[in-house]
Nanobody
Framework: QVQPVESGGGLVQAGGSLRLSCAASGRTFSNYGVGWFRQAPRKEREFVAA????????YYADSVKGRFTISRDNAKNTVYLSMNSLKPEDTAVYYC?????????????????WGQGTQVTVSS
């Protein structure tokens, strides 16, 4: 199995940028589709972005489209989430999740492996 580990969260002002990383230990990350999800206080976990195992098709939630970019470097066993033009409503714990096989999913239940999360706080 694979164990995702997120990093790169922090405090940033509105309009700023952050890049989150999701590094995998265990099996080769290139065998997994990967998604980013987030959970704000008192809200349900929501889908943010996803990428298939080869780095090909990607998919974004409407709320982040045009501002966030998901990418991966399979040689480094790492998936990235570049976040620009951050808004206070982007404040949440961000989770990386992996599922075996080629394709990503928009549904959290279809991911087998989850990281511990990294906090992103955007101040106004």
């Amino acid at each position: 199995q694979v164990q995702p580990v997120e990093s790169g969260g922090g405090l940033v002002q509105a309009g700023g940028s952050l890049r989150l990383s999701c590094a995998a230990s265990g099996r080769t990350f290139s065998n997994y589709g990967v998604g980013w999800f987030r959970q704000a206080p008192r809200k349900e976990r929501e889908f943010v972005a996803a990428i298939n195992r080869s780095g090909g098709p990607t998919y974004y939630a409407d709320s982040v489209k045009g501002r966030f970019t998901i990418s991966r470097d399979n040689a480094k066993n790492t998936v990235y989430l570049s976040m620009n033009s951050l808004k206070p409503e982007d404040t949440a714990v961000y989770y990386c999740a992996a599922r075996p096989g080629t394709y990503y999913s928009l549904t959290s239940m279809q991911y087998n492996y989850w990281g511990q999360g990294t906090q992103v706080t955007v101040s106004s």
